[in-house]
């Protein structure tokens, strides 16, 4: 048993040491979430929309890309974990709107849920984040106000569906 123990050492090892990324400089291990988003203005890039009928079947899609985003887009500012605050700013609008934010990590995945004060609940799926860029997949809304304009007529869906891409232009390179 010594023996084979002596021998499989080595080997176990170098295993572990072979995993280890953390020294390696191409990587980038972003933060956790929480950490990373806290951090700065993210400003929207891009934001698909579908709405959806009760049956499911996609009644309007919608789709903005903001070519400069921190001159006229839309803006998330993150407070603190301890004051759990986030306000989403439309610089084009100037509509402004205040939250409460949290983090829910459900079969390894990790979830932002907004809290808006309107009393809608919007919860985005993390699909994507560096210490740069975020995609967040909008996956369910709650109380939200799901009106859309189709064919000059004001009509309300069930869900919305989306993705939203954001960027921190202050990381961009570290």
Sequence with gaps: ?????????????FVLTACDKTDDPEVDIPETI???????????T????????????????????YNNP????????????ADHQV????TITNARSQGDWDI?????????????ESGEIDKYEVVHFTKSEM????????????KYNKDGETRTAARREGIIELLCPCRLGH
């Design 1 to 13: 048993m010594t023996k084979r123990f002596i021998f499989l050492l080595p080997l176990f090892v």
């Design 70 to 81: 921190s001159a006229s887009g839309i803006h998330y500012n993150f407070k603190h974990p």
């Design 135 to 146: 995609t967040l997949q909008l996956i369910s809304t709650e109380g939200s106000n799901l």
């Design 104 to 116: 829910l990590r459900e079969n390894k995945k990790d979830h932002i849920v907004v809290t808006w």
């Design 46 to 65: 891009s934001e698909t929309f579908s709405y959806k009928d009760t049956n499911g079947a996609t009644v309007l899609d919608s789709s903005q890309t």
């Design 34 to 44: 929480d950490q990373t988003i806290v951090r700065t203005m993210w400003l929207t």
């Design 87 to 90: 306000t989403r700013t439309n």
